[in-house]
């Protein structure tokens, strides 16, 4: 699964808390993702990062910030917890092809997921 | 913006039924990728299609890649209880490519 880890696995909060969540990757890759699934919305992208300290907005990011200070960690913050943001957020990272195979380079590999209730 | 859709929602087979989901892009794409997650698991990359016409096959998995490339196709033939999830395809976005638009998902459930 490509060296990807998600912590915590579960979390219940109540509303106004802030909450940190954190991607780990051991592989050295570039690209890393966060997203949200809930039903009926499938997977939608929070926020992503093209390197360490480049990030950049997803379609979902009102209410949410990152960090990524070094290439194999990757933060997501909720300010302000709100019970809206209850979902299971996956953390994701583009592989990296070989220099034959550009276009594997735009797949994804995705961490185990972490639920999150906000009470 | 680039939409990606996918139907059925939801599909209800007895074992050793055929299934398939059909995916469609608003926009031409430069590949197509399928991903299968289970019931409390997290998305699998399963396939990745790129040329017009393109037409893979997993097993009893067949993956297919429009010529337009705007749709695509997942059949699974003779379904089993293992086949039971949800299958994504997604493609990159034209003005980043390094970000995937996912379709909603077909959610499959296999009746033994």
């Known amino acids: 699964d490509a060296g990807i880890t998600q912590s915590p696995r579960h979390k219940v909060t109540e509303t106004g808390t802030p909450v940190t969540l954190r991607c780990h990757q051991t592989?050295?890759?570039?690209?890393m993702y966060w997203y949200r699934q809930d039903p009926g919305h499938g997977l939608r992208l929070i926020h992503y990062?093209?390197?360490?300290?480049?990030?950049d907005k997803g379609e979902v990011s009102d209410g949410y910030s990152v960090s990524r200070s070094k290439t194999e960690d990757f933060l997501l913050t909720l300010e302000s917890a709100t019970s809206s943001q209850t979902s299971v957020y996956f953390c994701a990272i583009r592989a990296t092809g070989t220099s034959f195979s550009e276009m594997a380079k735009e797949t994804q590999y995705f961490g185990p997921g972490t639920r999150l209730l906000v009470l | 913006g680039q939409q990606v859709m996918q139907i059925p929602q939801y599909q209800h087979v007895q074992e050793g039924e055929d299934f398939t989901t059909y995916c469609n892009s608003s926009t031409t794409l430069s590949n197509i990728q399928w991903y299968k997650q289970r019931p409390g698991g997290h998305p699998v990359f399963l396939i990745q299609l790129v040329k017009s016409g393109e037409v893979k096959k997993q097993k009893r998995l067949t993956f297919q890649f429009g010529e337009a490339k705007k749709n695509s196709s997942l059949h699974i033939t003779a379904t089993q209880t293992t086949d039971v999830g949800t299958y994504f395809c997604?493609?990159?976005?034209?003005?980043?490519?390094?970000?995937?638009?996912f379709g909603e998902g077909t959610q499959l459930t296999v009746n033994p």
């Open positions: 990062s093209y390197g360490v300290k480049d990030t």
């Open positions: 997604a493609g990159p976005r034209k003005t980043s490519g390094s970000r995937l638009t």
């Open positions: 592989e050295n890759h570039r690209y």
